[in-house]
C-alpha cells in the first residue's frame, strides 16, 4: 500500500465503519502515523475518542498488517456502566470487519472481545496469548490484574494476567480526569516498564485520552522526563470548525440548591417547562443523593403525563444493565412523547452517548463538568444547563470533591454563559498556567513505587491467605469496591463449585458491605448469610469484618436482600434477590481457586511423557507466532517437557485409584472418577500430603540433575564451591555411580545459570502456586513425624524419593532421584548452592518482572490448552476416554 493512497484509503475505510461519516483530521492523523508509541490525547467530547483510537489499532493490525503493534488492546475506563456500551460499539465494527472471534472457533485472522468484569466466563483470554484481542474493563479490574492482584479472579490466575497485561499491549486510559489515583498508577506503571524496557520481549504502550487531559497529572518524580517528551495530539485552532464547533449553543446558569429535593423540585419545574419529548439528564455527585432525587422525582412526576424516569449509577448487577443501552442510553434511542429523564452519577462523564436537551448537574470539578458539559446537544443544536450549587463548606459533606475544586469551578462558570466546545476551548486557550493549575488539581496520595512493583510480582499468600493490599493505587476515597452475588443456598457450606458469573457480580463499597453484613463484634449479623471463598481450604467461609476488603468476592443467600432491580444495592431492601445464573466454572477455574485442588488432572489416561509432548508441541508454536528470541524459546520449551515430572511423586500417584488403572506409576492424566473428591495426596504407605504441589516436585528434580552429573555448573555450585571450602563446608562431588547423562539432562546441563535459573521459575510457576518463595504452608504445619525429617514444604519432604520415570518420548528413563528442601534454606548450601530466594531475586534483576510474567503466562496457557486435547497415548495399552 502506497503512503499517498493511505489516507484516502484509511478514510475509506474508516467511514464504511461508521455509517458513511468521513474521520476527523485528528483522528486520521493518529490512524496514519507508522509507529505506536505512547502519546496523550486531549480530545473535546463527542468528538469520537473511542473511534479514533480502537479503528487505529485495527487499522494498523488487520489491515496494514502492522507486527511492531501489539497484539492486544486494552481500553481502560473508569467507571463500569459504560463497559457493556463501548463493548457493544467495540463488537459492532469487529462484525462489520469479519474479524470478530467466537470462542471454539478458528483464531486466526481474528480478534478476540472480552470484557473483564470478574466472574466465571467462557471467554478465556488468558489462553490465546499468540492472537489480537480486546479488552474492555474498570481501572479496578484491569489495573488490578496489571498490579498482579487481579480482583475478583483466581489468585492462581493472577500472574498470567499479569504477564499478559505488562507485555504486547496498547493500553487506552479512557477519561483520565475520572481516575483518581489510578491515574498515577498508571503513569508509574509506565515510568518502571520504561526502566525494564531492554528486557522486554514485546513492546507495552500506553495513551491516555480525555477532553481535559494536563500532562502535569502524570508527572512524578519517577516519570517527570518520560512524560515531558509524551507527544500531545490536539485539535488545532484552526480545525475547530463544522457543525460541532459552530452550531451549537449550551446557555448555562448556576442555582443554589440545599438538598437532594431541592435539586428534585427545580428538576421538576425544568423538565415542565423544557422536557416534553426530550432527553433530560440529572447528574449527582454521590449514589444516595441520585437515589434520594430518583425517590422523589418519582413522586413528583406521576399520572398519564410522567415521563420515562431510569436511575443509572455504579451499584447495579451486569444482568441489570444489560438491557440500558438498547433501552435508553444512547443517543438515537427512542424517546416517548412523554419525555424521558435519566437520574444518574458521575457514571455518566465517561463514553455515555447521550444528547441531552436539558442538562441538570450539581456543582463539580472542573474537568467533571466539562464531561457533562458533553452530554448535551452532543449531535449539535441548543441545550439548557443548570448547575446546582448545594453550598457545601466542608469536604465532608462536598465528597467526593474538595470544597476548593468547587469554588474554582464556579468561579469559572461566571465568565461562561455558553459551554458548547468552541466556548470552553476558547476559554482554556486564554487560561494562565495558574488559573489551569486552580482548575485542573491533582495531587495524589499515593504512588507505586519502584520496590513496591516489584513486590507485587511475589504472589505468595501470608499463613492466613492474606495479601499486600493494592487498593490504595486504584481509588482513594470509598469507592472501593467488594463484588457480591446472590444465590439461593439451603445449607451451612455453599458448594465449592458455586461461583458467580460476570452477570452475577455487584460492586459495593467495601466499608458499606462492612456494615451491612457484619455486626459490631466483627461477625455475620445474626440472620445474615454470608461467605468469602477460602484460598487455603478451597471452600466457602463466613467472613470476619476484616476479611471483607477490595476486590474480594462474597457470596449472599439470596433471602437475605440487600438488591433491588431498579434500585441497584440497597442494603435496606429485605427482599429476596432474584439469582443471575451462570455457567459452570471450568476445571481451570476450579484449579486456579485453590491451593490444593487438582482438575486439570482429570482427563483421559495419559503419560507425563506423552503430555509433556503435547504441551512442548503448543509452547513452541505459540513462541514461534511471538517470535521470541532463539536462546528463550528453548529453555521455555524444555520447561514444558519437564514441567510435569513431579506427577511421578507417589504422593499424586498414590492418589490414583481405579479399576482399571494402567499399571505403571508415571500417569499424568487420569479419568475422574480415578481421583478422590478432595483430591487427597496419599502416599503408598499411608501418609497423606496435604497441600502437595508436584511442580515444587518437578522443580526440585532439576537441582538434583546438576547434582548428580555436575555439582560445579555454574547454575549449582559454580565459583561458590571455592566460598564453601574456604568456610569449611565441603561441597557435594558428582555421583560416580549415577549412569551417563540421558539426552535431555545434557540439555540441562548446557545452560547458563541464568537459563538454569529461568527453567527452575517456569517449571515451578506453572500452575501459579510456587513461585518467588518457599515456606511451609497451614496444611504442612500440621506435620507430624517422628523421623526427624522435619515438616514437609507444600507437601514435598525432605528425601522424598522419585522413581525412574521417562519425561520424553524415546528418551530413556531418568534414574531414581532423591530430592532435598535444601533450597528452601537461607543462604548458601553446600549442596545446591544459592537459595530458592535469591534465584528467584536474581532473575527478577536479570529479567524484569514482566518478561517473567510473559513466559509464565506462555507456558500455562499451553499446559491449559494441551491438557484438554483429546489424544490417544500409545504408551498405554488400555486407552479410556475422559469421564
Known amino acids: 500500500m502506497s503512503n499517498d493512497t493511505l489516507p484516502s484509503r484509511f478514510s475509506a475505510w474508516f467511514a464504511g465503519l461508521n455509517g458513511g461519516k468521513a474521520p476527523y483530521a485528528w483522528q486520521e492523523q493518529l490512524a496514519l502515523e507508522p509507529a505506536c508509541r505512547d502519546r496523550l490525547l486531549r480530545i473535546p467530547t463527542g468528538f469520537g475518542k473511542t473511534a479514533g483510537t480502537v479503528l487505529t489499532w485495527l487499522w494498523h493490525r488487520h489491515v496494514c498488517g ?129 526502566n525494564d524496557a531492554d528486557r522486554m520481549l514485546r513492546p507495552c504502550v500506553s495513551w491516555w485520552m480525555s477532553a481535559t487531559l494536563q500532562p502535569a497529572w502524570l508527572s512524578s518524580v519517577d516519570t517527570e522526563a518520560a512524560v515531558r517528551g509524551l ?79 431510569r436511575l443509572v449509577h455504579s451499584r447495579f448487577r451486569p444482568a441489570e444493565r444489560a438491557g440500558w443501552r438498547d433501552a435508553f442510553l444512547r443517543r438515537d434511542a427512542e424517546i416517548p412523547a412523554t419525555g424521558r429523564v435519566i437520574v444518574a452519577t458521575q457514571v455518566v462523564e465517561a463514553g455515555v452517548d447521550l444528547d441531552a436537551h436539558l442538562l441538570i448537574t450539581e456543582l463539580a470539578p472542573w474537568p467533571s463538568l466539562v464531561q457533562r458539559f458533553g452530554r448535551a446537544a ?227 489416561w495419559k503419560t507425563i511423557a506423552w503430555h509433556s509432548l503435547e504441551v512442548t508441541q503448543e509452547v513452541q508454536r505459540i513462541a514461534k507466532c511471538l517470535g521470541l528470541p532463539e536462546q528463550v524459546a528453548r529453555v521455555l520449551a524444555l520447561a514444558a517437557t519437564w514441567h510435569d515430572l513431579g ?20 500417569l499424568a492424566k487420569a479419568p475422574a472418577d480415578a481421583w478422590p473428591r478432595n483430591h487427597l495426596y496419599r502416599t503408598p504407605d499411608g501418609s497423606v500430603r496435604r497441600g502437595f504441589r508436584h511442580e515444587l516436585a518437578s522443580a526440585l528434580s532439576l537441582f538434583a540433575v546438576l547434582e548428580r552429573h555436575q555439582p560445579d555448573h555454574p547454575g549449582l555450585l559454580g565459583d561458590q564451591a571455592r566460598v564453601l571450602q574456604a568456610l569449611g563446608m565441603a561441597p557435594a562431588d558428582r555421583d560416580r555411580t549415577a549412569p551417563a547423562a540421558t539426552p535431555i539432562e545434557t540439555e540441562i546441563l548446557a545452560l547458563t545459570a541464568d537459563e538454569f535459573d529461568l527453567l527452575v521459575f517456569l517449571v515451578a510457576s506453572h500452575h501459579g502456586k510456587v513461585r518467588m518463595s518457599l515456606h511451609a504452608t497451614p496444611a504442612d504445619q500440621d506435620w507430624q ?29 531418568l534414574p531414581p532421584t532423591r530430592l532435598t528442601l535444601e533450597p528452601a534454606s537461607m543462604g548458601l548450601s553446600p549442596r545446591t548452592g544459592r537459595s530458592w530466594t535469591e534465584r528467584a531475586q536474581a532473575l527478577v534483576q536479570r529479567r524484569g518482572i514482566t518478561t517473567l510474567g510473559l513466559l509464565e503466562a506462555l507456558l500455562r496457557a499451553a499446559d491449559v490448552r494441551a491438557s484438554r486435547w483429546v489424544t490417544e497415548d500409545p504408551s498405554i495399552a488400555t486407552v479410556q476416554g475422559a469421564s
Open 66 to 194: 502492522n507486527p511492531a503493534w501489539p497484539r492486544r488492546l486494552v481500553f481502560c475506563l473508569p467507571m463500569r456502566v459504560l463497559v457493556e456500551q463501548i463493548e457493544a460499539n467495540i463488537r459492532s465494527w469487529l462484525e462489520a470487519l469479519g474479524v470478530l472471534w467466537h470462542p471454539g472457533k478458528p483464531h486466526e485472522g481474528k480478534v478476540g472481545l472480552h470484557v473483564l468484569m470478574g466472574g466465571n466466563t467462557t471467554a478465556e483470554w488468558h489462553l490465546h496469548p499468540e492472537h489480537d484481542a480486546i479488552l474492555v474493563g474498570t481501572q479496578d479490574m484491569l489495573l488490578s490484574r496489571a498490579l498482579n492482584r487481579g480482583y475478583a479472579a483466581a489468585r492462581a490466575r493472577w500472574p498470567i494476567e499479569f504477564g499478559l497485561l505488562q507485555q504486547d499491549c496498547l493500553w487506552i486510559f479512557d477519561e483520565v480526569q475520572l481516575m483518581d489515583v489510578a491515574l498515577a498508577t498508571s503513569a508509574q506503571m509506565f515510568a518502571h516498564r520504561a
Open 785 to 813: 513425624s517422628a523421623d526427624g525429617l522435619g515438616m514437609p514444604i507444600r507437601g514435598v519432604r525432605e528425601g522424598d524419593l522419585m522413581p525412574a520415570t521417562t519425561v520424553r518420548s524415546g528418551d530413556p528413563q
Open 231 to 309: 507527544p500531545q495530539l490536539r485539535i488545532a485552532a484552526e480545525h475547530r470548525r463544522g457543525h460541532l464547533w459552530d452550531d451549537v449553543t449550551k446557555t448555562c446558569r448556576v442555582e443554589p440548591a440545599a438538598d437532594a429535593n431541592a435539586i428534585a423540585n427545580i428538576s421538576t419545574i425544568a423538565f415542565r417547562e423544557h422536557g416534553k419529548g426530550e432527553l433530560t439528564l440529572i447528574v449527582c455527585n454521590t449514589v444516595d443523593r441520585a437515589c434520594a432525587v430518583y425517590a422523589a422525582l418519582a413522586r413528583a412526576l406521576r399520572g398519564d403525563d410522567a415521563p420515562d424516569l
Open 378 to 604: 452532543r449531535g449539535g443544536g441548543a441545550a439548557e444547563v443548570i448547575v446546582l450549587d448545594l453550598g457545601f463548606d466542608e469536604d465532608k459533606k462536598s465528597a467526593p470533591y474538595a470544597v476548593a475544586e468547587l469554588i474554582a469551578a464556579k468561579e469559572a462558570l461566571a465568565n461562561l454563559p455558553d459551554v458548547s466546545p468552541a466556548k470552553l476551548e476558547h476559554f482554556e486557550d486564554l487560561g494562565t498556567a495558574d488559573q489551569l493549575a486552580l482548575l485542573y488539581p491533582y495531587e495524589p496520595l499515593h504512588l507505586l513505587l519502584a520496590h513496591e512493583w516489584r513486590e507485587l510480582f511475589d504472589t505468595t499468600p501470608d499463613l492466613t491467605g492474606g495479601d499486600l493490599d493494592i487498593s490504595r493505587f486504584l481509588r482513594s476515597d470509598d469507592e472501593r469496591d467488594v463484588q457480591v452475588f446472590w444465590a439461593p443456598v439451603t445449607t451451612d457450606s455453599p458448594a465449592v463449585d458455586l461461583q458467580p458469573s460476570r452477570e452475577a457480580l455487584c460492586a459495593v463499597p467495601f466499608l458499606a458491605a462492612q456494615k451491612w453484613i457484619c455486626d459490631r463484634g466483627s461477625r455475620p449479623k445474626e440472620g445474615m448469610r454470608a461467605w468469602i471463598w477460602d484460598w487455603i481450604d478451597g471452600r466457602w467461609t463466613p467472613p470476619r469484618m476484616n476479611q471483607i476488603t477490595p476486590g474480594r468476592v462474597i457470596l449472599v443467600a439470596s433471602e437475605c436482600g440487600g438488591y433491588d432491580a431498579k434500585r441497584g444495592f440497597d442494603p435496606k431492601s429485605k427482599s429476596q434477590v432474584p439469582p443471575v445464573g451462570s455457567e459452570p466454572a471450568s476445571a481451570q477455574d476450579l484449579a486456579d481457586n485453590s491451593q490444593d485442588h487438582e482438575p486439570l488432572s482429570s482427563a483421559a
Open 647 to 666: 506427577k511421578a511423586h507417589p504422593a499424586f500417584q498414590g492418589s490414583i485409584r481405579h479399576s482399571e488403572r494402567p499399571a505403571r506409576h508415571d
